[in-house]
């Protein structure tokens, strides 16, 4: 069974940094596809970034376009925790940030439905 426990939300100014961190406390993840989406209210869950394991201790990871130069996405050496730093932070990036995983090579990471586990989610504030 795979639980992925966030941590790393808050409340935080414009121009502010973050980062929040995923692990599992289940099975190791070593090669499974770990990102990140966030949700707003009202809004739909948006793509944020994700790895997929290449092969031995290597990741590949990318982020969407919302965030690209702001947010960067990491895996620890052993696979088994993602984390994401948040900089330069802006109102519209308050939401519900949720950690995903799934077993297989994802094609199109930025879709929910492509992400079998999900973490229960934790918020960030961005005031103005």
């Known amino acids: 069974q795979v639980q992925l426990v966030e941590s790393g939300g808050g409340l935080v100014q414009a121009g502010g940094s973050l980062r929040l961190s995923c692990a599992s406390s289940g099975r190791a993840l070593t090669s499974y596809t770990m990102g990140w989406f966030r949700q707003a209210p009202g809004k739909e869950r948006e793509f944020v970034a994700v790895t997929r394991w290449i092969g031995g201790s290597s990741y590949y990871g990318y982020v969407g376009d919302s965030v690209k130069g702001r947010f960067t996405i990491s895996r620890d050496n052993a696979g088994n925790a993602v984390s994401l730093q948040l900089n330069s932070l802006k109102p519209e990036d308050t939401a519900v940030y949720y950690c995903?995983?799934?077993?297989?090579?994802?094609?199109?990471?930025?879709?929910?439905?492509?992400?079998?586990?999900w973490g229960q989610g934790t918020q960030v504030t961005v005031s103005s």
């Open positions: 995903v995983a799934d077993t297989k090579v994802v094609t199109n990471a930025d879709r929910p439905s492509e992400y079998d586990y």
